[in-house]
């Protein structure tokens, strides 16, 4: 078995589709979920509200994130990206 360095497991982040879906859905939380937040609200509730956007966010990212995926290996690999 060869030794992967991390150069490695940067390039299979950066071109995996759910890294980037998760990263959508954790955006997304952050930016809407506050929005809803009441002040009588407690510090478990906001967390499943936070917890919710991001599932929703990962859930509808797919198309975008393929996409940005795509484009990365594209700009990055050039003529050697795998068919």
Known sequence: MTKKGPTYYVFYL????DTWRLAIGVAAALWLAPMLF?????????AVV??????IGWAG??????WICRGLQKLILGDRMPR
């Open 50 to 55: 936070y917890v919710m956007f991001t599932a």
């Open 38 to 46: 009441t002040p009588e609200m407690s510090p478990a509730s906001r």
């Open 14 to 17: 950066i071109f995996a589709p």
């Open 61 to 66: 990212s797919g198309g975008v994130a393929r």
